[in-house]
């Protein structure tokens, strides 16, 4: 299974940090945040990887390479302007191929086991769901009902998307080159019983604002 890395984010609430370095090459203790995704997927035996980038995606190649010092592949899928998470992921089909594949975002921190996604996929894409962070608290994005996942809903016991994936290219068919979202051709494939979840319980922070790397840099640093 190939794995794509979702870099395109230019990281406005984390300037001054990015106005001179892309977001995934941000420094957490003492290393860049795409390096823990790419050591961890070539631990759980992802050696193919695509990373689509836009905000100073040429620092982002120039740092990587080929991947061969992580012991990965990498193939990069430069957006002119960013393409919104469906539009990059559309756009990267190319080389990601014609079977399902893993999806990071770029920008979270994680302890996650990415060995527990190589499993046959069951419909369209499969989501790995959290408890709704501090930033996010109410509502959230979806539920899961005996391991479907459904859109939020009052009273439900909602849970936060956690940037990782697995998604069969079929669930972009009748696509076009552009930038669109993501969600809406989710929330499709769920209204159809296509879109299976787990809800993990390990550490996960969404690396969005000076604050939150902060605390990834408090749990480094404590050996957490």
């Known amino acids: 299974m190939k794995a794509m890395i979702l870099a395109a984010g230019k990281g406005e609430r984390m300037r001054p940090l990015t106005l001179h370095t892309p977001k995934p090459l941000v420094q957490a203790g003492g290393k860049r945040l795409i390096e823990y995704h790419l050591e961890a997927l070539a631990k759980a035996g992802f050696t193919d990887i695509v990373i689509n980038h836009a905000w100073l995606g040429q620092q982002i190649e120039g740092y990587l390479g080929d991947g061969a010092q992580f012991g990965v592949r990498i193939r990069y899928s430069p957006e002119g302007e960013p393409l919104e998470t469906g539009g990059g992921i559309f756009q990267a089909l190319a080389l990601l191929g014609d079977e399902p594949f893993l999806v990071v975002n770029g920008d979270i921190w994680t302890d996650y086991d990415f060995t527990r996604l190589k499993q046959p996929l069951k419909?369209?894409?499969?989501?790995?769901?959290?408890?709704?962070?501090?930033?996010?608290?109410?509502?959230?994005?979806?539920?899961?009902?005996?391991?479907?996942?459904?859109?939020?809903?009052?009273?439900?016991?909602?849970?936060?998307?956690?940037?990782?994936?697995?998604?069969?290219?079929?669930?972009?068919?009748?696509?076009?080159?552009?930038?669109?979202?993501?969600?809406?051709?989710?929330?499709?494939?769920?209204?159809?019983?296509?879109?299976?979840?787990?809800?993990?319980?390990?550490?996960?922070?969404?690396?969005?604002?000076?604050?939150?790397?902060?605390?990834?840099?408090?749990?480094?640093?404590?050996?957490?």
């Open 123 to 224: 419909g369209l894409a499969h989501l790995v769901m959290v408890d709704n962070p501090a930033h996010h608290p109410s509502g959230g994005d979806f539920y899961l009902d005996h391991g479907l996942l459904h859109d939020a809903a009052a009273g439900a016991d909602n849970l936060t998307f956690s940037g990782i994936s697995v998604l069969d290219p079929k669930l972009f068919a009748g696509c076009s080159a552009g930038a669109f979202k993501l969600a809406p051709l989710l929330r499709e494939a769920m209204a159809k019983g296509l879109v299976t979840g787990e809800h993990m319980a390990g550490r996960w922070i969404d690396v969005g604002t000076l604050e939150r790397l902060a605390q990834v840099e408090t749990l480094l640093a404590a050996g957490q």
